[in-house]
């Protein structure tokens, strides 16, 4: 019902910096939050920045400062630009969504891109 599109992955040296963008489609009534995780190899899925729908954002301390997280409502797209990455910014990054949908109204479930990689050569 609800289809996560991202792009914007890619190769870069450190210090340099990607913006990712992730588009929300389907049968959408409201979304309540779009956020990034990562997962690097080895490594547990995390959280790298959250947007909510009353403009809060949340950023994990690992990129504050260097990673800023945007939406677009009338696109249904979150943005994410990192700038000043390191190597230990390579991973996949996932987009995530919590939707209301036609189907269900009333409940926001949870959707999730494909994912795209970033690598960060140092």
């Known amino acids: 019902q609800v289809q996560l599109v991202e792009s914007g992955g890619g190769l870069v040296q450190a210090g340099g910096s990607l913006r990712l963008s992730c588009a929300a489609s389907?049968?959408?009534?409201?979304?309540?939050?779009m956020g990034w995780y990562r997962q690097a190899p080895g490594k547990q899925r995390e959280l790298v920045a959250a947007?909510?729908?009353?403009?809060?954002?949340n950023y994990a301390d690992s990129v504050k400062g260097r990673f800023t997280i945007s939406r677009d409502n009338a696109k249904n797209t979150v943005y994410l630009q990192m700038n000043s990455l390191k190597s230990e910014d390579t991973a996949v990054y996932y987009c995530?969504?919590?939707?209301?949908?036609?189907?269900?109204?009333?409940?926001?479930?949870?959707?999730w891109g494909q994912g795209t990689q970033v690598t960060v050569s140092s």
């Open positions: 995530n969504a919590v939707v209301a949908t036609t189907r269900r109204p009333s409940i926001g479930l949870n959707y």
């Open positions: 947007s909510f729908s009353n403009s809060l954002t």
């Open positions: 389907g049968s959408i009534v409201s979304i309540d939050a």
